[in-house]
């Protein structure tokens, strides 16, 4: 039996969407604008706890994106906010999965210095978006999505077939 599979627009709308996001270039914010959710800010920063620094307490040009909390816990939304040339005191708690285990859920406080903040720049859907991906236009990125999106389909399909003509054996 043949089945045949119908993709819904609004599914290739929300993976073009996705690609635009995944490829999002950056522009550097004002000098004197402040950082948001979503912004990269690239920073030095020099931990301690109590007092004293540690392996692994200093880093450089760290580069974060804000509000997807990567680094520790809390950190991100005290790092909103911030301008290029900012000094910052972070307080923060090592994870408890530290590999140093004396260092585990140790409060740390971290002076970062912010060296840029850049905010993603609004991506159009249109066919300079399409010429960047490779496609020829618009039209042409939505049917290659659409055929990425019907091939893993019909693989999903391909596998419960066999699986269920195995079940019959």
Known sequence: ??????????????????IAIQNRKLKKKKYNEKSNNGDQVIFDYSATVD??????SEGKGVQLELGKDLFLKGFDEQLVGVKKNDNKIINATLPANHPKKELANKKTKIECIIIDVKKPKDIKID?????????RDIKD????????ILSQYSQTLNS???KEILDQI
Do not use: C, P
Not at 51 to 56: L, W
């Open 127 to 135: 066919d300079d978006f399409a010429k960047l991906m490779g496609a």
């Open 51 to 56: 007092g004293n620094k540690f392996e692994g």
């Open 1 to 18: 039996r043949n089945i045949k599979v119908k993709i819904d627009k609004k599914i290739i709308e929300e993976k073009l969407k996705e």
């Open 160 to 162: 419960i077939t066999k």
């Open 141 to 148: 990125l939505r049917s290659l999505v659409e055929k990425q």
